[in-house]
């Protein structure tokens, strides 16, 4: 009985790879790091292999890292999700020009291909952030600080936004995928809010990109 199921099983994923179209298809960085959404257990295509891995967690969750180039699909009871894996040639940075005293907002950072497609990254793929001068890092309420969600929270100035010391100076916002660096500049502003008076803004560096 046991080995019919399993004989019925793998002929069942078979021919999901030839007859399934895909339910979700990504294009993702090397590095690409994620939940595959499914309601149970999923199969790599073979050729997929040294592409990505699939683990299950202990949860049940069902998890993909895009580790080399190449196309790859993954049959899961929901259906085919499909990847295309690129290698990343630069990052990106999403950082406010400017911010005011005490002010805590989410950066995020962006992948790009040589022709310049936007490559997802995942919710838990392996970014090195930091941030100096006049912003601090701040992951409070983090699940994996300082990873938060595809993002990096940073806070300008001291946490209760009473720092006016700091109106008017600059901060750096940093962050490294798979060799690749982009950093931004953040100007901190006096607070309004706590009658301090308002700084003019000052547009933020552009991101710089290693290995170009």
Request: hydrophobic content about 40%.
């Amino acid at each position: 009985m046991r080995r019919r199921f399993q004989i019925v099983l793998v002929a069942s994923v078979a021919a999901s790879w030839g007859c399934s179209s895909a339910v979700d298809s990504k294009i993702v960085a090397v590095g690409y790091s994620d939940e595959i959404v499914s309601s149970g257990p999923c199969t790599l295509e073979p050729s997929g292999a040294e592409a990505m891995k699939i683990e299950t967690w202990s949860d049940g969750t069902v998890h993909g890292e895009a580790k080399r180039p190449g196309s790859v699909r993954v049959a899961c009871p929901d259906g085919i999700h499909a990847f295309d894996i690129r290698e990343p040639t630069s990052v990106v940075l999403e950082v406010p020009p400017s911010l005011p005293t005490g002010a805590r907002v989410r950066v995020t950072i962006r992948a790009k291909a040589a022709d310049g497609t936007d490559l997802e990254i995942g919710r838990y793929a392996d970014v090195a952030w930091t941030a100096s001068g006049a912003v601090t890092a701040d992951s409070h309420g983090c699940e994996f600080p300082p990873w938060c969600d595809s993002g990096f929270f940073i806070r300008a100035g001291r946490g209760d936004g009473s720092d006016p010391e700091a109106a008017g100076t600059l901060g750096v916002v940093e962050a490294a995928f798979q060799n690749r660096r982009a950093n931004e500049e953040v100007k901190v502003e006096q607070n309004d809010e706590l009658g301090l008076g308002a700084v003019p803004a000052r547009r933020a560096v552009g991101g710089t990109s290693g290995d170009e």
